[in-house]
Every structure is written in C-alpha cells, then in structure tokens.
C-alpha cells in the first residue's frame, strides 16, 4: 500500500514536471559534498541537475554559516530567486546547510517562499520531504542530529562523483567548542563513519574514475571508529587498485597524533601537504580561542614532520583581529607566518557569531583589525609567489583533472594541490604527468609536458 501511495506520488511529480534542481552552495568542502549527495538522492525520485537556475523546478540554496552575515545572504538571495521566477511558476525552495540548522524555523516564519528548511544531518530524509510536501503542501523543518542514519542511507545510493579528485567525508561535527565557531551547533557533536562504509565509497569511486580521494570531516584527524583511526583509513585506501593520491583536511592540531605521524613515513600515496589550521601565533590568543594547545606544541608537529620528509608543506587558516589581541600578539602570528612559510592559507577578520562564547567579548577596532589583515595576507602572499617561482625550470608531477575552460588547455595539481596549467590533451585527464614549470604567478604555475627522458622530477 506504501508502495502504491509512493508510485502515485511519483507519476503526480512527474506530471507536475518538477524535475531540474538547481543547487548553489557556500561554505566548505564537506557542503560541496553534502550538494552532491543531495544530488544523487533526489535523481532517485526523478529529479536531474541544471545549471540554469531559470530552468529549475527546484531551487536549493546549501548554505553556510561561519562568518559575516550568513542570514542575510540567504535572504538576499531568495529575493533574487523571487525576481527571476516571478513570471514564472514558483519553483520548490529548500534551504539546507549550517544556516538551515542554526535558524531553522525562524527561517519559515520570516520568508513564506522557503518550503523547506533541512539541517546537516537530515539529508536521508529529502527525498520524502519532497514527496510529502507535494501531497500536503506542509512547510517543513527538519533539523534533528541523525547522522548514523544519514550515513545508512547515503551509503546506498552510489557516490556519482565521477571526478579525477573526489571528496569523501568520513568525519562530521565537532567537541571541540572554540569560542568563535559556529560549527559544533551547525553540524553536532563529533562522529565518525564506520571503517568499511567509507572504503567501500572509496572503491566505487575509484572504480568510476576518481585518481585522487580528498578525506573530509570538520576534524577529520579525531576520526574514530572502532579502533580504527585516520591513519589506518589512509593505508587502507592506498591499497585500492588504480587510487593514486589521497589527502584530508581540515585537521585539529590536537588530534595529530602520533600514528598519523608515522603515516608520513609509510605511506606512498599521502600527499606531502598539511591543512593544519593554527588561528593565532600568540599562546595568550589560543588561549582566549579555547584552542586547547599552544604554539610549542604545533611547532613539533611542524619538526616531526619536516624530520620525516623535508617536502611537506603546511597550510593554515588564521583569524585576525581575535577579541584581545595586542600587538605583540598579532607580531607573534607574523612572526610564526615568517617561520613555517605556509604555502597557501586562509585569513579572515574575527566575525562574531550568535550564540558562541567570543560573541560577547569586545571587539578589536575595525581599522587595526584591517590593517593587521593585510600586513598578513601580505606576507602569505609573498611566501607563495617565492615558493611558486621556485618551481621554475623544475619537472612536477602533476595529476590531470580537466581541461581549462576555453579548453585550449589542460589543468591539474601538484603534489602540493598548487594549480598547474599546460599543454596536455583530452585523453590526458585522470594521468599523473611530469610536467617542467616555466612560468609562475601567486596561485598558478604553468609549465609543459616533457618526455620520458627528462628525469630530474620535483
Ligand atoms: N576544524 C577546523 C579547525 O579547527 O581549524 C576549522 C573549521 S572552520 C569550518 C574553518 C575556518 O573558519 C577556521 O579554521 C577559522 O579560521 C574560520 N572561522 C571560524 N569561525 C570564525 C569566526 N567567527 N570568524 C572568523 N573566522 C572564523
Ligand atoms: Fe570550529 Fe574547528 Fe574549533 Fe571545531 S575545532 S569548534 S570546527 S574551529
Ligand atoms: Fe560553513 Fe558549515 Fe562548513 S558553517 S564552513 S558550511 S561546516
């Protein structure tokens, strides 16, 4: 009888042609992966993916909520959607991600034109929302922390990334609490994916064409299920057939424990790149974060695994302007910056976010913070073109992810995940290639093909 009820309201979909999903998304890597396994959900009830969003049945918006005025930006960007369908037949509306989950209601009551409001933890349940909101007409909020069963059911329905690099998340949530993050309230408490679950994606995305696999989890590095830690989920996953590069972000310093170090060692297919965020060079600062180590303590996980192998580099994100920083404390950032020479990082203003513990501490003035933000950006900014332009007339070896966008040529990675564009061919994606780099700009190295008998490689 559910089934006959199902049916119907599959042929009532059908027949109201709802059919095209448009979904934007904001935010982190793990939000691009929740967007494609939205995607692969609703395909199951009929629905294809449009990049026109004027063509859309179903506008999706996966939002995220970490800095700045993530609320408004939703709103904004419905009254967009409202504009351009006015003429038109209104299209579903969900809003899903971390603004979903920290407004989620409120949301409903404030703008009419969303249908549905579907936090994190709850994409199982989208395909039915949308069935059942076409029957009744029924706003709906779901916004429960259900993650085991979210991962149950995802775990069926194929993986349809057929990327050269996909994204697999492994990790969700978070314990930690720092006091400026919104995270832990957005995605719930810390939980990790059971081992054979997250390998079993691994091959089907292998098997479907994916060289290189990107472990996800807001601290991916706390992973624990079983007795099964990152380190034995990376040495799993090396052993699938025709995988070639595995990496994972974003990791806590605190969880870098010692047999991920030892990975380092043992692993042929981890990538020589750290995504170690630090925040704050100064210990008074990590302090007042909530942060839980001290800079000493991230500077030997920068020896330790420099000892192993000399060509890791680290990357990090900074927040500048933290309630409490003084001078001395931003010159201490600077200064750690100046030390470790991060090959790439990301560097934001402190923003207050509702509800979290620095939302109350007074803020640092608007024009230092500003000022201190772009000393800093300065200085990543100048360690990534001298690392770049010491690529120059050196042979990387570069995985080929697609063609560039006037497809004249073709573009990769690095070892170090720095852009690299060249003369390749079509047949040339999915290949690990030597590539000899004779230009560099902040963000690209650009370079060509050499043969087999070049063998200096980088
Ligand atoms: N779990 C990671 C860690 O512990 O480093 C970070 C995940 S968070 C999604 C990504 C980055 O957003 C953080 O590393 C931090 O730099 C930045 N961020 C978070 N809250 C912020 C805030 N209130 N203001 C400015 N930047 C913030
Ligand atoms: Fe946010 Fe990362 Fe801190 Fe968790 S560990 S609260 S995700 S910054
Ligand atoms: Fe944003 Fe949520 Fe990711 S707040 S950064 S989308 S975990």
């Known amino acids: 009888c559910r089934l006959q009820t199902r049916t119907l309201l599959y042929k009532k979909i059908t027949s109201l042609m709802v059919k095209k999903i448009f979904i934007k998304t904001f935010g982190c890597q793990m939000n691009e992966y929740d967007s494609n396994r939205i995607l692969d959900s609703v395909k199951k009830i009929g629905f294809q993916k449009t990049d026109n969003y004027e063509d859309a049945n179903c506008y999706l918006l996966n939002t995220c909520h970490i800095r700045d005025k993530a609320k408004e930006k939703v709103y904004h960007e419905i009254g967009r959607v409202k504009k351009i369908f006015r003429s038109k037949q209104k299209p579903l509306v969900i809003i899903t991600g971390c603004v979903a989950q920290a407004e989620n209601e409120e949301m409903l009551k404030r703008e009419p034109y969303i249908d549905f409001v579907i936090g994190p933890q709850s994409y199982h349940k989208i395909n039915n929302s949308i069935l059942n909101y076409i029957?009744?007409?029924?706003?709906?909020?779901?916004?429960?922390?259900?993650?085991?069963?979210?991962?149950?059911?995802?775990?069926?329905?194929?993986?349809?990334?057929?990327?050269?690099?996909?994204?697999?998340?492994?990790?969700?949530?978070?314990?930690?609490?720092?006091?400026?993050?919104?995270?832990?309230?957005?995605?719930?408490?810390?939980?990790?994916?059971?081992?054979?679950?997250?390998?079993?994606?691994?091959?089907?995305?292998?098997?479907?064409?994916s060289k290189e696999i990107i472990l996800l989890g807001q601290n991916v590095n706390a992973y624990q299920n079983e007795n099964y830690r990152l380190s034995n989920l990376i040495l799993e996953i090396e052993n699938i057939a025709g995988i070639e590069r595995i990496r994972y972000t974003t990791s806590h310093p605190k969880d870098m424990t010692e047999d991920l170090i030892e990975v380092y060692k043992s692993s042929k297919k981890l990538m020589p790149l750290v995504h170690l965020p630090v925040q704050s060079g100064s210990n008074k600062i990590l302090k007042l974060m909530n942060r839980n180590h001290t800079i000493e303590e991230y500077l030997q996980i920068f020896d330790k695994l420099k000892g192993i192998n000399s060509s890791i580099e680290f990357s990090s994100d900074f927040i500048i302007g933290y309630p409490g920083e003084d001078e001395e404390d931003f010159e201490d950032t600077f200064n750690l910056i100046k030390k470790i020479k991060f090959i790439n990082s990301y560097s934001f203003i402190f923003s207050p976010r509702p509800g979290t513990t620095a939302a109350n501490y007074e803020l640092v003035d608007k024009t230092i913070s500003k000022k201190r933000l772009n000393k800093v950006q300065n200085l990543l900014f100048e360690n990534q073109i001298n690392i770049n332009k010491s690529y120059e007339d050196k042979i990387l070896n570069v995985l080929v992810e697609n063609l560039t966008k006037d497809r004249k040529h073709t573009f990769g990675r690095s070892q170090h995940m720095t852009s690299v564009i060249f003369d390749g061919q079509k047949e040339d994606i999915g290949k690990i290639l030597p590539v000899k780099i004779k230009k560099t700009n902040r963000s690209t190295l650009f370079g060509h093909i050499v043969k087999k008998s070049d063998k200096k490689v980088a």
């Open 135 to 209: 029957e009744k007409q029924k706003k709906i909020n779901e916004t429960e922390f259900d993650t085991d069963t979210k991962f149950n059911y995802l775990s069926k329905i194929n993986n349809g990334s057929n990327k050269v690099s996909s994204f697999l998340t492994i990790q969700e949530g978070c314990d930690k609490f720092c006091y400026f993050c919104v995270v832990p309230y957005t995605r719930g408490p810390e939980y990790s994916r059971p081992f054979k679950q997250i390998v079993d994606e691994a091959k089907y995305l292998v098997d479907h064409g």
